[in-house]
């Protein structure tokens, strides 16, 4: 008896709540919608960005129209009925290495419009972070990309191979971390590199400077970092 009295006064109470839920749409507690998923991870793409040669005799600058870099691409699915805005994005670097063998040098300076620059001589691991307003369109997806390299380097330099992983921070305050580790390698003069290595191991070492032991130690690295990735 004391049960079916207990039923029938929840049952009541449901109907009542029901009700002015009907009556008072906006009094029903929102449903949770989830915010940003990361749908893909890409490192392939390269471009060519806008860089400057600085010449370290008298001061000159001359544009740079084939600097090429290697773009991080991410794409976000929003799932929920609102946009959602992108406000920051920080970079949490864990390792940065040199990779390749001492082929020269030179008395040029490139500075390069990377939308991360890494100031030279950075001991991770350290972090760099960018304001950004970028919206993503309720159940849509947009790609978010950006370049991480050197503040500024110079001829004869190697190029440089970044681990770090991705935090972005949303309007709402909440933040999405990218969930792969990523290694990415800035290619700057990684065509001297790749050049002198084939000289040594093609000649037998008698016209580069470059040795052929390096060459194997430099690509077992490589080899390593690149199997470090997420």
């Known amino acids: 008896m004391i049960l079916g009295i ?22 029903q507690p929102e449903r949770e919608e989830p915010g940003l998923e990361v749908a893909a991870v890409d490192l392939d793409r ?5 860089a400057d040669a600085v010449s370290a005799v008298d001061g000159s600058k001359t544009a740079i129209e084939d600097w090429r870099s290697s773009f ?7 799932p929920s009925d609102d946009p ?9 670097f864990s390792a940065v290495t040199a990779v390749g063998c001492p082929y020269g040098a030179g008395e040029l300076e490139v500075k390069a419009r990377y939308h991360f620059k890494v100031p030279m001589g ?7 972070k960018r304001t950004m307003t970028y919206s993503v369109p309720p159940h849509d997806q947009e790609r978010i990309a950006f370049t ?22 949303l309007d709402d305050g909440s933040t999405l971390n990218v969930p792969h580790a990523m290694t990415y390698m800035d290619p700057s003069f990684a065509d001297s590199v790749l050049e002198g290595a084939e000289v040594a191991v093609e000649d037998g070492e008698r ?19 690149a199997g470090a990735s997420g």
């Open 6 to 27: 207990a039923v029938g006064v929840l049952t009541v109470v449901g109907t009542v709540i029901g009700i002015l839920f009907q009556l008072f749409p906006d009094a």
């Open 46 to 50: 390269e471009h060519a960005i806008a």
């Open 72 to 78: 991080v691409s991410v794409v976000l699915r929003n």
């Open 84 to 92: 959602v805005l992108v406000t920051r994005a920080e970079v949490n």
């Open 122 to 128: 950075s001991k991770a691991p350290f972090t760099l």
């Open 148 to 169: 991480i390299g050197p503040e500024s380097v110079f001829s004869g330099a190697l190029p440089t191979v970044y681990q770090f992983r991705l935090t972005l921070h």
């Open 207 to 225: 016209s580069s400077v470059v040795t052929v032991d390096c060459v194997r130690e430099q690509e077992e690295l490589a080899r390593r970092l």
